[in-house]
């Protein structure tokens, strides 16, 4: 950079602006390559774009080929008895449920102490549960304060938990509380002594609640069960048991809503890609501005793909062929349109056939699963998409090194510039002093001989 800065001081020419501006004109050869590589980017944007939108489109085919799908039921509650939850399982129908009780957790209090913080003496809590598992809890005499049972009963197991009180008595308020940590018989504690501890901690027998299992019908059928929460009484059907001595209606029906939406996504998902691919290779002939992909072959074959997904694809042992017996037609633009009136009538009267079509069956392949093969070709590793953005991130590559290239032959031409600018640059110099110096002698013999 001192060379450059250098230039011009004996010729008293902008050498170093001249020397800027033949770097620029020289720079300019890099213009065209940045361009190019510019195209190549956003070509892998537009592809990343059409992956995402091929991707969502494989989603909505994937759930339309499962069979649970098409058994989505809904359930209904009248009563206070339970509530409940239904999934695909569950079998359509009516059942009457009647709670007699609701399963309980064991739960006992000690007699009061008059301070939690103070230590009581070394000794142990023992208890075992109903299911015969024992637990036997040490306490340390430097450590057996309320607090300090406590702590050391939730630490040593998970099967009761401790707690600490205060009833507000004058004298005595705080109590240990001990509960088991679920419901139902077997999870119950059977028996409990408080051993050492100066025997300040005892079992207030007056709170003792037992732990039961709850006791309900369904249908007149007698049950029971160690938690509120049941999951086999009823198949596909988790009841919450709410209330004793209640009783309920549980209607289970088919939800044709879902499975309608379900077919409606799947359009939706379809449109959404069909809309990105004109997108790509679009051209608007009053912004003059075509998509990113315009011209490729690599979008004119995926959108061939699609072509011939709507087209061929046929679905055998179904009383539907094809999208437009179910209510599902093709647009002049390429996006497809539900009557919604056919489809919900399809769906009320021929769900079995409805589900053949999209999900197939043991012997034939339904129109999810042959449409669905085609999406995973095209976002397969080795499949099109891939290949092709691998194609434009090495023509990217080469042009970087390209760009390397030209900027070392730039560097050398600038450089070749300079050395030449300091050679005029000295020669000027040498040509300004000789000049002067003549002149000067020229002066002198005119003094000389009187001339002026």
Excluded: C, W
């Amino acid at each position: 950079m001192a060379s450059i800065a250098a230039l011009g001081v004996g010729s008293g020419l902008d050498l170093n602006g001249l020397l800027s501006q033949l770097e620029s004109a020289e720079r300019q050869r890099l213009q065209p390559l940045a361009q190019q590589k510019a195209s190549y980017q956003a070509r892998i944007s537009a592809y990343g774009k059409l992956e995402g939108a091929l991707a969502q489109f494989q989603t909505a085919l994937g759930s339309l080929g499962k069979a649970e799908t098409f058994a989505a039921v809904k359930s209904n509650v009248t009563g206070d008895a339970v509530t409940a939850a239904a999934n695909s399982s569950a079998v359509p129908g009516s059942y009457n449920v009647s709670v007699t009780s609701l399963a309980k957790s064991y739960s006992v209090a000690t007699l009061g102490l008059d301070d939690k913080a103070r230590d009581l003496g070394a000794g142990s809590v023992d208890f075992t549960l109903a299911d015969g598992t024992a637990h036997s809890v040490a306490i340390g005499a430097d450590a057996s304060s309320l607090e300090d049972v406590r702590d050391a009963i939730n630490s040593a197991q998970t099967d009761v938990v401790a707690s600490i009180v205060n009833d507000g008595d004058a004298a005595n308020p705080y109590r240990l509380v001990l509960n088991s940590a679920k419901t139902g018989v077997d999870a119950g504690v059977q028996s409990l002594t408080f051993n050492g501890m100066g025997g300040e901690l005892s079992k207030d027998a007056a709170t003792e609640q037992l732990a039961a299992n709850a006791q309900f019908s369904v249908n007149g059928l007698t049950m029971q069960s160690a938690s509120n929460q049941v999951d086999e009484a009823i198949a596909g059907l988790t009841l919450n048991l709410a209330k004793e001595n209640e009783t309920a209606v549980i209607t289970v029906t088919r939800d044709n809503a879902a499975i309608e939406k379900s077919v409606n996504d799947f359009v939706k998902a379809y449109n959404s890609l069909n809309s990105t691919v004109r997108d790509l290779g679009d051209y608007n002939p009053e912004t003059q501005v075509g998509g990113r992909l315009l011209g490729d072959s690599s979008l004119r074959m995926v959108q061939s793909e699609l072509r011939s997904m709507f087209s061929e694809t046929v679905v055998e042992g179904s009383a539907f062929t094809f999208l437009s017996d179910i209510g599902i037609s093709r647009e002049l633009d390429g996006s497809l349109k539900v009557d919604s009136e056919q489809l919900k009538t399809v769906t009320s009267d021929q769900l079995q056939d409805l589900q053949s079509f999209f999900a197939g069956s043991d012997v034939n392949e339904g129109f999810s699963a042959q449409s669905k093969g085609v999406i995973d070709r095209l976002l397969d590793e080795n499949g099109l998409i891939a290949t092709s953005t691998e194609g434009m991130k090495s023509a990217i590559t080469r042009i970087d090194e390209r760009i390397e290239r030209e900027e070392v032959a730039i560097a050398r031409t600038v450089e070749r510039y300079r050395t030449q600018f300091a050679k005029l640059d000295s020669m000027i110099a040498n040509m300004n002093s000789t000049s002067a110096y003549l002149t000067q002698q020229f002066d002198v013999m005119n003094a000389q001989l009187g001339r002026k």
